[in-house]
């Protein structure tokens, strides 16, 4: 693509816009490389937000951009290629990025679009905590249309580049998408490997010119102090020892791309919840409705599976607490920060959300994992063993008790927020039972357990220890004689403050191995054994029931009683493997929530025998867990869950009239309401013949009674759950029905008998007769039959 010398910007961008609709995109990406190569900073000024909403889209969500959430590899190979290429961290847009970063431009971001617990704080004059925000926020003139952020060329492409996953709303037809293979995905991988390394340092920025590198640039907006990582100072405090430290340790400028990449997608993507109204209400407030997607989660997931490994490649002499000195390299302190300076809080109100509103359905074992990743660092350390040869999970270090310690409400708050859930959850589900034994594998790792009891023995510690501890700061020679070991000491404030940071110093804790949870953990376990129960349950019927039995039922040659079959989950779908699968899980996490919270064997024992079986001495479903109240049983939780899963149920039978009952799915509707019309008129005109004829005490009153009167009208029951108490139904009068003839089943038969009749050379005529003459000398011997059974009861 050849542009002339152009003297106003204004002509390239709207050359480029005219391209974007009538170039392919091959074609549009190749003259991009081209601009971005050839034309000055300048110029590559005025289209840079007009080419970074057209890659990403707008914020609104109205234009789609690139789509890069659902372009893959696999489908569209040519656009994926070239979409990757460019949008590298080494690739062409970041060329751009960089050349326009040289020349200290800036472009406005509107403040409406942020999250909403940041956007709140700025509409009320009130800076947010994170250093993202800082000398950033430009008042509008008056007249003006709202608050804007005056970014950088990094922090603008990365605000659009993390936004873009909330504000995308997903195109139709693309549901079906596997996140891991779309090029959003392997783009914010790409970005972590490259800004967040676990080996050696950020690379440097690389030049748009071919003669070499371009000197580093400095972010416009002096970031966070990395000696200050830790510590609560003020923000005044903040801005004299950055200038001190940037001025006197040029590697700092190396890693501020690092440091606002990670502020971009923490903010972005998890600061949807504000603490202060979780703190005072236990939940995110009503207006914040934000709710996160499966893929929003899966991309949380990434950040933090690659946050573990870039703190874990910090070497041990670094990684000691005695490592924090003058010669620590700026990157190395940003590695041992980067978890609990900028991530741990706003997880935690994120994952307390997703855990307290997200469907109990399956698809919250992408929430599940993301935190089970966060809860288990050293799967991602350098230094992680294989399993041995008998697949027992290997010891949790002692090196991780300060991590379990600083994040002890991730673990206990959490778990306990996770066995309400599964409390109300389909365990009989494979898919809800694999959820379960995950969480109990994972809190079953040897040691793990006993380091968590540590961390809530350390906050449980009387008050009185603190003053012991602040007097040992500032006088070393006085630390021995503190009753307290100084190593205890430290760790326990580290924990109180972990906690009354999240929860506030008003928190009732709930401590994770005392009595109120481990009465959760007995009902799961009470609940695992009688999902494990109902599986075997619906196995041995699916085992009894041959595979066409529900065909001779709808035929009519089998039982038709809906209430005889178990409610429909994934098992039916899935076949006995399922039911296997399910019996698998469940009965590891029976074992892991054993060893966990240590119960015997016998309590274990208690709970089966409690349960008993299912069904009573004569082979018949006892009815579901109730108690006796006022107006009759009332259903106690245990029978609920009893009813759902199809452990138990009330036999429930049809006590109105027959007539006009609803229409089942067998049968054809427009026929049953025409035939019910035909019967009734018939009904009408010959109600006295046929009660005449009912009356009689010969046998064609017999034949007459045992077709027009419902059989055993008045030996019918209402059942109630209390007891048994005769039907007051009123009389009726013998009638005709021919609502059986709207019987799919019926008329499969009759076309069955024609079709067989004229393999024989029978005409339909004969057919019919004989088909009439059969049924006579049917009801003729049921007739009879039912005489003789009526004498003998007499």
């Not at 760790?491 to 928190?507: M, P, T």
């Amino acid at each position: 693509m050849a542009f002339p010398h152009l003297q106003q910007p204004s002509f390239l961008l709207a050359s480029l816009k005219a391209d974007a609709v009538n170039k392919p995109f091959a074609q549009r990406c190749q003259d991009l490389v081209k601009v971005i190569e050839d034309f000055p900073a300048k110029e590559l000024h005025a289209i840079f937000p007009w080419l970074v909403e057209s890659i990403f889209g707008s914020l609104d969500g109205v234009l789609v951009g690139w789509n890069l959430r659902c372009l893959q590899g696999r489908v569209n190979p040519v656009e994926y290629s070239i979409a990757m290429e460019f949008l590298d961290p080494s690739g062409p847009m970041m060329k751009l990025v960089y050349k326009l970063q040289a020349e200290d431009y800036s472009f406005d971001f509107p403040v409406s679009c942020l999250p909403g617990p940041v956007k709140a704080s700025i509409q009320e004059n009130v800076l947010p905590d994170s250093p993202l925000y800082h000398n950033k926020v430009q008042v509008p003139p008056t007249g003006g249309l709202g608050l804007n952020l005056a970014l950088n060329p990094f922090e603008y492409y990365m605000f659009f580049f993390a936004l873009s996953l909330i504000s995308q709303k997903p195109m139709p037809g693309t549901l079906h998408v596997r996140t891991s293979d779309c090029a959003y995905f392997i783009l914010v991988d790409r970005y972590l490997s490259w800004f967040l390394p676990t080996e050696g340092s950020v690379p440097p920025p690389l030049s748009s010119s071919p003669g070499g590198s371009s000197p580093s640039p400095a972010p416009r907006t002096p970031a966070m102090p990395f000696a200050s990582y830790g510590l609560h100072t003020s923000l005044l405090k903040r801005h004299i020892s950055h200038q001190t430290s940037v001025n006197a340790d040029p590697a700092s400028h190396e890693i501020w791309r690092s440091e606002t990449l990670l502020q971009v997608f923490v903010e972005m993507w998890l600061h949807h919840y504000s603490l202060e109204m979780y703190q005072k209400m236990q939940s995110p407030h009503a207006k914040e409705s934000f709710t996160p997607t499966e893929e929003h989660v899966l991309v949380v997931r990434l950040l933090l599976k690659h946050l573990h490994a870039f703190a874990n490649s910090l070497k041990p002499d670094q990684a000691a607490p005695s490592a924090h000195s003058h010669a620590t390299s700026p990157l190395e302190e940003f590695k041992r920060a980067a978890v609990p300076r900028f991530v741990q809080q706003k997880l935690y109100v994120f994952l307390q959300h997703c855990f307290g509103h997200w469907p109990l359905d399956a698809s919250f074992r992408a929430v599940l994992e993301m935190w089970l990743s966060y809860l288990q660092p050293w799967r991602y350390a350098p230094e992680k063993q294989a399993q041995g040869s008998d697949s027992q999970p290997r010891c949790v270090s002692e090196k991780w008790a300060p991590f379990i310690q600083e994040n002890l409400l991730m673990y206990t708050k959490l778990l306990v927020s996770f066995l309400n859930r599964a409390l109300r959850t389909d365990l009989v589900s494979p898919k809800n039972a694999l959820m379960v034994f995950r969480v109990a594998k994972v809190f079953a790792q040897p040691n793990l357990a006993e380091m968590i009891q540590k961390g809530e023995q350390l906050f449980l510690e009387p008050e009185l220890i603190i003053p012991h501890r602040q007097h040992r700061l500032f006088t070393v020679t006085s630390s021995f004689l503190s009753p307290w070991p100084p190593v205890v000491t430290d760790a326990s404030f580290k924990v109180k403050s972990h906690v009354y940071s999240l929860e506030g110093q008003d928190c009732k804790y709930t401590p994770m191995f005392g009595p109120e949870v481990r009465t959760l953990v007995l009902r799961l376990a009470q609940l695992i054994t009688q999902a494990k129960q109902t599986a075997k349950s619906i196995s041995d019927q699916c085992v009894e029931s041959p595979a066409g039995r529900s065909f001779l039922s709808w035929l009519g040659f089998g039982p038709t009683d809906p209430s005889s079959c178990y409610p429909a989950n994934d098992l039916d779908e899935m076949g006995q493997d399922s039911v296997r699968k399910t019996d698998e899980y469940l009965e590891k996490a029976l074992e892991y929530l054993r060893q966990i919270f240590r119960l015997s064997e016998a309590q274990l024992a208690q709970l089966t025998h409690a349960l008993g079986s299912t069904r009573d001495e004569h082979g018949k479903q006892q009815l579901p867990d109730c108690i006796v109240g006022e107006e009759g049983l009332i259903l106690t939780p245990l029978g609920r869950y009893q009813i759902i899963n199809g452990l138990r149920r009330f036999e429930i039978e049809y006590q109105g009239d027959l007539e006009l009952q609803p229409i089942r799915s067998y049968e054809i509707t427009s026929l049953v309401r025409a035939l019910f019309r035909l019967s009734s008129a018939i009904n009408r005109r010959f109600a006295g013949q046929m009660a005449a004829l009912c009356s009689r005490n010969d046998f064609l009153g017999s034949f007459c009674r045992y077709h027009l009167t419902e059989p055993a009208l008045s030996n019918r029951h209402l059942l109630s759950p209390v007891g048994r108490r005769q039907a007051a139904t009123p009389a009726r009068g013998p009638r005709l029905s021919l609502r059986f003839l709207g019987s799919y089943r019926t008329l499969l038969l009759l076309l069955t008998a024609f079709f067989v009749a004229s393999l024989f050379c029978i005409g339909p005529l004969p057919c019919s007769l004989l088909l009439v003459l059969g049924y006579l000398l049917y009801a003729i011997a049921m007739t009879l039959l039912t005489e003789r059974g009526k004498l003998h009861q007499l």
